[in-house]
């Protein structure tokens, strides 16, 4: 009986504790009306971001992020015209493989992705989940992002002359620069040149 | 399930008779959009996104949305976690047992395509759209606890989209 | 007991049992005949200087031309660890169970029989348990190992 | 009365069940409502990780083994760079090591917050679920600002760590450190003298120690059966052996005695955590390490304590 008695006590005790949440304010986050403030890092969907001033891809085709995706997410299909530069001809992201883990940002050079706070893309159909450049793109448009690229810019410049018209900008700040750089930019292209994967990934993910 | 799917047949033929279909439909349709009973049906990392949004700071009741045991007790499977080729027959048992309407929500990339483990994986299963069919794709990995209730809203709104005609056919 | 100790103690102790090999870093790795493996195993676990009660770990390996399966043992008492390897060959790979010296052996090695395909002796269950029951394609592990359905990483 | 025939009978429990929070089959003989022999099926999650890992650099394997263990993610992170470490003899620097026990622990003061949680759930007891995941959010708000997500963090790395961490996180981490201290008090006194948490706990599931060594057992549960090993004491690794806390340790090696064993030693995290946020220095965090790293030849195998074992 005495047992029963303290055994009572004690859920009478416990009660107290949940009690004394009663008159609290709750934690909870009313998620539709009031939303959480994404912290800077937060990794969600993977835009591709356009330069602040003509609003141009910064994209450069290197292909770094393909290779460091460990999920085989991207694909990026960049043939080299006649005037050997890397033209971005296809660049899809699936995020239906993807696992946000953010090497791709950790491997461009050229601040051309990032990982961003957004998170709110639900959809009935699955092909919805394949973005390519231009959606990529278009999301990623109001993005604010550091760019570390302005230096690089520079070295890379002799490079997309043509298509990008922020160049000429750069060229007149600091010329200096452009001529001790270009070397390593080319080393880096006989590699991307030897090793010659562009024409054969569809291939293999066709067969797939 | 026969009389509500018949009803608009019959009520057409009545003159004014739309009116009861349409209502019937919202009504019905609201029922089941705001009371959403999901399974726990929870494998992996994606399971514990799913007990995060179901408590204290995400709160899924508030969207009408309470946990069953039971398949027979709920309205909507939320495939949280990996399905592995050992699982996959035992998700097509639960979706079998479960009462029409029934809903699906692939939550993470691992249930819509095999996210991290459709390379190189031998027991994974390559997404669950060829096991059930699914309503809501949820992209993450594992997804927010906000995505998972965008999902849900979303599945919210295709419920209430539906026309009797086509209620119970999937 | 240090490293060093650990193997100075071993090697003359144990000279025609284990073999030290140098492969093995921060802990010791030492190798054994495929045939004397249980009854080494059972000498490490009742040797009053090493005590190795605790089965940490069994992994497989295959290395394209043997098999591997290499034994973490710990010891609770001593806090020492060591690592034994078993090697084996590609053909009809087969080993002995463990599992009267340490109980906990019994799932890993149902585990390296499913996945590796080496054989184990006088194993009480041996029976397949990470797979799927209708599973006919073979052993995954192994490094030739191919099925219709396996879709390999991109070369990128 | 005379005794009634009891007869034993099998019950399947699994793969999907409410209470597993994971998947896995067990073939129970029951005798009225004592469980007599329980056979366990697993492999509902094998998902190949091993082989996935194959055929990817090291950087790339970092992510996929974030899903291998995903209550405490760190700690894989952690457990494969240590490996590769300390095949290639890579100097951590200081302030990553700091960083890396602070994830550390607050990863396994999370994993214990769902032991917490859910156990009791699934006894019968909604509250503490409600009240171990609210505490959780906090130390999910801290990785999320740190590395960006909360749960599959891929910030510990081959070298040391990817990100520092934000000017905010150290007060922040102060606060949640001693709020989750009040609070563990407060989860005591609603469960531990409750008579129904008590009746349900106490003398269920139990397991003696040489049963538990035979069985290779480790962790919580291993220390709750009586037997006084740690490898953060007794195997150090990072810089355990700079910090000072206790190893909680109970005999009876039952279900209450795991709880309690958790709930002691999420306090003992929180103190590590607070000597470590004393202790943390300016500086680099990462070491100079190519992203296709690849470690030296050889072997090792690792081991550290993780908060499950």
């Known amino acids: 009986m005495l047992g029963y008695i303290k055994g009572l006590v004690e859920l009478v005790k416990g009660l107290g504790i949940t009690g004394k949440h009663l008159g609290k304010h709750a934690v909870t986050l009313q998620y539709p009306e009031e939303k959480d403030i994404m912290p800077e890092r937060s990794r969600g969907v993977v835009v591709l971001l356009s330069d602040k001033e003509d609003g141009s891809l910064n994209c450069t085709a290197c292909e770094l992020c393909m290779r460091a995706c460990p999920t085989a997410a991207i694909r990026i299909i960049a043939p080299r015209g006649e005037d050997k530069k890397k033209k971005l001809e296809l660049f899809e992201l699936d995020f239906s493989l993807c696992c946000y883990c953010g090497l791709c940002e950790e491997a461009c050079n050229f601040s051309a992705l990032k990982l961003t706070g957004k998170y709110e893309y639900s959809t009935g159909n699955k092909d919805d989940l394949l973005w390519d450049v231009n959606k990529l793109q278009d999301v990623g448009r109001d993005v604010d992002y550091v760019d570390k690229r302005k230096k690089k810019v520079k070295k890379v410049a002799p490079k997309p002359t043509e298509t990008v018209d922020s160049k000429p900008k750069s060229d007149e700040i600091k010329t200096d620069k452009i001529e001790t750089k270009p070397s390593a930019t080319e080393n880096k292209t006989d590699k991307i040149e030897t090793t010659k994967p562009v024409d054969e990934k569809p291939k293999s993910e066709g067969e797939a | 399930m026969g009389i509500i799917k018949k009803l608009p047949i019959y009520s057409e033929k009545i003159p004014g008779g739309g009116i009861v279909t349409t209502s019937v439909e919202q009504i019905l349709n609201f029922a089941q959009a705001k009371s959403l009973w999901y399974l726990l ?64 929500i692939a939550m993470g990339g691992c249930t819509i395509k095999g996210g991290p483990f459709y390379y190189d994986s031998y027991s994974v299963e390559k997404g669950i759209e060829h096991i059930i069919p699914v309503d809501v794709f949820i992209p993450g990995c594992p997804p927010r606890p906000e995505s998972l209730l965008e999902g849900c809203l979303t599945l919210q709104k295709q419920i209430q989209q539906r026309k009797l005609a086509d209620w119970q056919e999937k | 007991m240090t490293n060093e100790e650990l193997k100075s103690y071993i090697e003359t102790n144990y000279t025609s049992l284990l073999t030290h090999n140098e492969a093995g870093k921060y802990d010791l790795l030492f190798e054994v005949d495929a045939v004397n493996l249980v009854t080494v195993c059972e000498k490490l676990k009742n040797d009053p200087e090493l005590l190795f009660d605790y089965f940490c770990n069994l992994s497989g390996a295959d290395t394209t031309e043997k098999f591997e399966a290499i034994y973490n043992l710990g010891s609770i008492k001593k806090k020492i660890r060591i690592d034994i390897k078993v090697v084996l060959p590609h053909e009809n790979p087969v080993i002995d169970s463990v599992q009267t010296v340490w109980p906990a052996a019994n799932w890993y090695e149902r585990e390296m029989w499913e996945l590796y395909g080496i054989h184990i002796n006088n194993h009480d269950n041996l029976t397949r348990f990470l797979l799927h029951d209708e599973w006919d394609e073979g052993y995954p592990m192994r490094k030739d190992w191919d099925a219709p359905d396996f879709i390999r990483f991109p070369d990128l | 009365m005379t005794d009634l025939r009891t007869e034993e009978f099998d019950i399947n429990m699994g793969p999907h069940h409410p209470s597993t929070h994971g998947v896995c089959r067990l073939l129970l003989t029951m005798d009225g409502e004592k469980v007599v022999k329980v056979v366990p099926y697993i492999g509902y999650l094998h998902r190949a990780i091993e082989k996935i890992c194959e055929n990817r650099t090291y950087a790339m394997c970092i992510p996929i083994l974030d899903r291998f263990e995903y209550v405490t993610a760190m700690s894989c992170n952690y457990v494969f760079s240590l490996a590769a470490e300390r095949l290639s003899g890579i100097e951590v620097p200081e302030r990553a090591e700091y960083l890396r026990v602070i994830m550390l622990e607050l990863n396994r003061i999370a994993s214990h917050l769902i032991f917490f949680g859910t156990t009791a759930m699934d006894i019968g007891a ?32 081959v070298g040391g760590v990817s990100k520092d961490i934000p000017e905010k996180f150290i007060p922040q981490c102060k606060v949640t450190i001693s709020t989750i201290t009040e609070k563990v008090e407060e989860y005591k006194r609603l469960l531990n003298k409750n008579p129904i948490w008590k009746m349900r706990t106490i003398g269920i599931g139990k397991l003696d120690a040489d049963l538990a060594i035979a069985y290779g057992v480790s962790g919580p549960i291993l220390r709750a059966s009586g037997i006084d090993y740690d490898l953060r004491r007794d195997d150090p690794y990072s810089i355990y052996d700079r910090f000072d806390f206790n190893i909680p340790v109970y005999h009876n090696g039952d279900v209450f005695d795991r709880y309690m064993l958790r709930l002691d030693e999420i306090q003992e995290s929180c103190k590590i955590v607070a000597q470590a946020l004393e202790g943390i220095e300016e500086g680099p965090i990462r070491a100079k390490v190519s992203p296709n790293f690849k470690p030296a030849a050889g072997e090792t195998y690792t081991r550290i304590e993780n908060s499950r074992g």
């Open chain 4, 126 to 157: 909604l509250t503490p679920f409600l009240y171990a995941l609210r505490e959780r959010e906090y130390i999910m708000d801290l990785f999320e600002m740190t590395c960006g997500q909360r749960l599959t963090y891929n910030y510990i790395r």
């Open chain 2, 41 to 104: 049906f929870g494998t992996a990392c994606c399971a514990i996104e799913l007990m995060c949004t179901g408590a204290s700071r995400y709160d899924f009741d508030r969207l009408g949305m309470i946990f069953r045991a039971s398949p027979r007790q709920s309205d909507l499977i939320i495939a949280a976690g990996t399905i592995t080729k050992k699982m996959a027959p035992r998700l097509r048992t639960l979706y079998d047992q479960m009462a029409e309407p029934r809903y699906v």
